[in-house]
T-cell receptor, first 111, second 111 residues
């Protein structure tokens, strides 16, 4: 079972920042926080991951609270192409255990 | 070049038939997976292979038989297809960076 809780849906105006929250209150010390998204019926796409420090890449920023019980994915300037289901997943950082998907958040970017 | 490729993209077949879906990754990853996404859009892990060895079989009916001829390939054979097997099947792979890459999916429709 997924160890994360996300809101089922969110809207965001095009050009504004999209902030997607995720709760993972039972996260273990060796578990990373991963974010993936699925656009329409394509294969899930990796966005970003982190352990405890905030992370930024060309797609997004990941803010993890100090107690690691929650995190926020930030898309700084959302576009219509960012409309997708976003999944927050926790997974151990060693070995290749599979990603366990929850229901995710359906983000709708509105013009 | 496509990192994880699946064939076919669409598969329509009658109940009772046997079919195969092929998956290849050119990323040099050691671990490959099969996921199933049903009509409710829930993504569930089916199998996990590491270096051609089966690691995880998530209570999938034994009509489903994965085969890994080498590290770069993980094929899925399904015997005696049933209506409930209709879904989108995703192949994925993970390497040392622990990022998982997904194929574009195979939409199986059993009629």
């Amino acid at each position: 079972d997924a160890k994360t809780t996300q809101p089922p849906s969110m809207d965001c105006a095009e050009g504004r920042a999209a902030n997607l929250p995720c709760n993972h209150s039972t996260i273990s010390g060796n578990e990373y926080v991963y974010w993936y998204r699925q656009i329409h019926s394509q294969g899930p796409q990796y966005i970003i991951h982190g352990l405890k420090n905030n992370e930024t890449n060309e797609m997004a920023s990941l803010i993890i609270t100090e107690d690691r019980k929650s995190s926020t994915l930030i898309l700084p300037h959302a576009t219509l192409r960012d409309t997708a289901v976003y999944y927050c997943i926790v997974r151990v950082g060693v070995g290749n255990t599979p990603l366990v998907f929850g229901k995710g958040t359906r983000l709708s970017v509105i013009a | 070049d496509t990192a994880v490729s699946q064939t076919p993209k669409y598969l329509v077949t009658q109940m009772g038939n046997d079919k195969s879906i092929k998956c290849e990754q050119n990323l040099g990853h050691d671990t490959m997976y099969w996921y199933k996404q049903d009509s409710k859009k829930f993504l569930k892990i089916m199998f996990s292979y590491n270096n051609k060895e089966l690691i995880i079989n998530e209570t999938v009916p034994n009509r489903f038989s994965p085969k890994s001829p080498d590290k770069a390939h993980l094929n899925l054979h399904i015997n005696s297809l049933e209506l409930g097997d209709s879904a989108v099947y995703f192949c994925a792979s993970t390497g040392r960076t622990l990022k998982t890459f997904f194929g574009q999916g195979t939409r199986l429709t059993v009629v």
